[in-house]
């Protein structure tokens, strides 16, 4: 099955995640299809997430192009305090939400420079502030179809 191998940065502040199948380290390729494809790989991924000893984190990867899709998958989970103390905002995207029946949904932000994937509100605000509550507490089908979105989105 898959293994994550972590290293700690910045003393502390910053994990460095790989991630492998059967020795072999996974590629952005085989992450995105994963993603799409594996009901395990999302829960398995979520769970990474889930475990990280920060109560609020940025996830961040490598900038991904064509020509690098083959590169090894690799992410950085950075300790943030002032994410951790962020509340919920419901009204943010509710003209999205009340749109569709899907638990995520996609759209461009006001600049058309960058493009949201934004779980739906489906219970309580208190599971949608940041990524780490969300993995944490949110529908497990909810987190499946955001990393299957994803994986078609990329």
Known sequence: MWKATSETLQ???VFKYYLS??????????VLRLWQESIAFCDFFSSILAEAP?????WECPPLTKSSILRPFEFVLVNSLQLSKVEPDTEA????????????CDF???????????????????????????????????QRALWERLGKLI
Not at 21 to 30: A, I, K, P, V, Y
Not at 54 to 58: G, I
Not at 113 to 130: C, G, I, K, N, Q
């Open 21 to 30: 199948e059967r020795d072999h380290q996974l590629t952005f390729s085989n």
């Open 11 to 13: 003393k502390g502040k």
């Open 93 to 104: 995207f509710r003209q999205y939400f009340s749109h569709t029946d899907q638990p995520v």
């Open 54 to 58: 920060f109560s609020a984190f940025f």
């Open 108 to 142: 461009c932000n006001l600049g058309r420079d960058a493009h949201l994937l934004v779980p739906v509100p489906e219970s309580t605000a208190h599971h949608y502030p940041h990524l780490a509550t969300f993995v944490r507490h949110a529908d497990t089908k909810q």
